[in-house]
Antibody, heavy 126, light 107 residues
Framework: EVQLLESGGGLVQPGGSLRLSCAAAGFTFSSYAMCWVRQAPGRGLEWVSAISAGGVGTFYPDSVRGRFTISRDNSKQTLYLQMNSLRAEDTAIYYC???????????????????WGQGALVTVSS | EIVMTQSPATLSVSPGERAALSCRASQTVYSNLAWYQQKPGQAPRLLIYGTSTRATGIPARFSGSGSGTEFTLTISNLQSEDFAVYYCQQYHNWPLLFGQGTKLEIK
């Protein structure tokens, strides 16, 4: 059974930093790209970062580029999100999610997500 | 940057009836479109990918159609557990984008 378990959320002051972790189990973690998606209170879904299976490729939207860093440790089956220079608008539930397919022979896989964690709440407030 | 627009924002339908939810992209995403369902207090659940392929374990009453810029999620014979918020997501290019969601409520 695939399991994704986020941790590390909490209350942080504006300008502060926080590191989220996502512990994976039940699948070959090193074969799948992963991402982080957030949801502000009462709002929709916003993708905030993605990383290739091997960890070489990373992707960010403009809203977090330069402030957030996604990484992974395949030996520990864990995904991370380092969040710096946090702002009030970063307040949200942060979900880690697994892409549906491992890369094919050409290295392609679609970036949609078949398993999600339960989420970690990050609150940025003074 | 592609903009994803879902309509309507809220859809009221009676159990047993059919619901059609729309998602429009500001430029073509070809068939690179997924649909998710989210219930209160839960993580999203993948329903459809590649515009029309049901994810594992998704009932046949959920179907997806469309291509290019216009997409539809159709839910037939609505069950009580289907009332939720639905999001479309394009994955043709970066940044990955979700629509703002359609809330499907009981009429």
């Amino acid at each position: 059974e695939v399991q994704l378990l986020e941790s590390g959320g909490g209350l942080v002051q504006p300008g502060g930093s926080l590191r989220l972790s996502c512990a994976a189990a039940g699948f070959t973690f090193s074969s799948y790209a992963m991402c982080w998606v957030r949801q502000a209170p009462g709002r929709g879904l916003e993708w905030v970062s993605a990383i290739s299976a091997g960890g070489v490729g990373t992707f960010y939207p403009d809203s977090v580029r330069g402030r957030f860093t996604i990484s992974r440790d395949n030996s520990k089956q864990t995904l991370y999100l380092q969040m710096n220079s946090l702002r009030a608008e970063d307040t949200a539930i942060y979900y880690c999610a697994k892409v549906i397919f491992a890369p094919d022979s050409s290295g392609y896989h679609p970036w949609n997500f078949d398993y999600w964690g339960q989420g970690a709440l990050v609150t940025v407030s003074s | 940057e592609i903009v994803m627009t879902q309509s309507p924002a809220t859809l009221s339908v009676s159990p047993g009836e059919r619901a059609a939810l729309s998602c429009r992209a500001s430029q073509t995403v070809y068939s690179n479109l997924a649909w998710y369902q989210q219930k209160p207090g839960q993580a999203p659940r993948l329903l459809i990918y590649g515009t029309s392929t049901r994810a594992t374990g998704i009932p046949a009453r959920f179907s997806g159609s469309g291509s290019g810029t216009e997409f539809t999620l159709t839910i037939s014979n609505l069950q009580s557990e289907d009332f939720a918020v639905y999001y479309c997501q394009q994955y043709h290019n970066w940044p990955l984008l979700f629509g703002q969601g359609t809330k499907l409520e009981i009429k």
